[in-house]
């Protein structure tokens, strides 16, 4: 599980990329099927190392913060774009969209 979910991972980053820079998506809809997406493999990646469903549930979190800390240093400091600014609503968005797909992963992880 460790390894499908960490090439899941490589695949959805590469694959927001290019819809962001080849194809010019820039809508934050658009991107809400990523962040759960990525909840849900982070999740999983995370429950594959800790064995421990809250734990999982809580670094999906604190990695979801910190993406969200990522996003805005690349826009503060390369992007310079209005296009891709942080807004507080999108921030908080991404962040429940990260802890619901956490969350349903681990649900449907606890029944198999």
Known sequence: MK???FLGLILLYASAQIATFVFKKTDNEFYNYFHFTGGVLV???MYSFTNNYLTAF???IVIGLLWEVHEWILWKFF????????EKDDTINDLVLDGVGALVALVVLSFI
Do not use: D, N
């Open 3 to 5: 390894l499908a979910s």
């Open 43 to 45: 999740g999983l990646f």
């Open 58 to 60: 809580l670094l999906t």
């Open 79 to 86: 992007y310079h774009q209005k296009k891709f600014k942080q």
